[in-house]
């Protein structure tokens, strides 16, 4: 078997390539959005544009949500110790909260600030130059968007996903700006156009925040995986040679992935190694049929323990 097909099968191994391309990708985000917030400050000055010195103040919270995921990827992809022997993902969930929190904070400010300076219009016309570096932003920062979503979602990374979702909120946030500015080019007293579309936008960008926020809560209280998944993992210990019934499943979210526990009958005249055996096969039939399990703690109990009830319940 070729060296690369054999990695691909360590779990070590997967985890550290995972963490790599994390950092790669966010890395590669945070060069861009550190040369985009340049140009939107030179471009604003420039072009006399406001709006597009204050979208570049905004796009500035794109590189601290960059830095968390390049910090944070550093502990939660190290391996259990003794002081954490469910390992760091955790760390994972806290990162896009924290980054789901941000994206709130931005929306909240955005339509703050839109809907008080509503009354005001902008001092002095903005030039050209000023709509093209806001045209520039908005496709530059889309295509980042989905780059990243897609390396996250391949790779199954929560604050990945999140942090692609804040390089959106930025080509988002941009439009009002390209707006303005346009609208300020052709009719100068359209500049009111400015603050009802950043009012608009804000809404938008609170709704991406709490996609972010409530999925990271739920890991956090340890919310169980959805009804689907429960039962194809019954399904599957069901469907083990000597598996006579399944019960008492419970499962929990560490970052992407899933930590199940429960329990499974066998015949009670087998051996303790037969036993064990049966379990060590439902174990790796869920772990190879579910790509979302990282683990699984099976008890095994023996048939009498369980009552004629429930043994036609779980059989059924």
Known sequence: MPTGETDLKNPEK???????TVRRVTWIG???NIGLCG??????????????????IHSLTDTTTDIAVIAGSHYWSRPPDECHPYGHRRL???????????????????GWEAISTLHERHATSPGWFAFYAAMASIVIKEILYRWTASVGKKNKSPALAANAWHHRTDAISSLPVLIAVGGALI?????????VGA???????????????WPAIGELIDAG????????????????????AVHAIRSR?????????????????????????????????????????????????????????QFSVENN
């Open 253 to 309: 979210y560490i970052s992407s992935s899933i930590q199940i526990d429960m329990h499974i009958v066998v015949d009670s005249a087998i051996s303790v190694l037969e036993g064990h055996t049966i379990a060590d096969s439902v174990e790796k039939n869920i772990i190879d049929g579910i790509p979302e399990v990282l683990d699984v703690v099976v008890h095994v109990d023996p048939s009498e323990v369980v009552s004629a009830e």
């Open 92 to 110: 994972e969930t806290l990162v896009t909260a924290f980054i789901g929190v941000m994206l709130a904070a931005a929306g909240v400010g955005i």
């Open 187 to 195: 009719f100068p007293t359209w500049s009111f156009l400015d603050h």
């Open 199 to 213: 009012a608009i936008v804000s809404i938008f960008i609170l709704h991406a925040a709490m996609k972010i926020i």
């Open 30 to 32: 945070l060069l861009i």
């Open 14 to 20: 997967r985890r550290t390539a995972r963490e790599q």
């Open 225 to 244: 995986a959805p009804e689907e998944i429960q039962n194809k993992i019954a399904k599957i210990a069901l469907n083990t040679g000597g598996v006579k």
């Open 39 to 56: 140009l939107k400050f030179a471009a604003g000055y420039f072009g006399r544009s406001q709006a597009l010195i204050a979208d570049a």
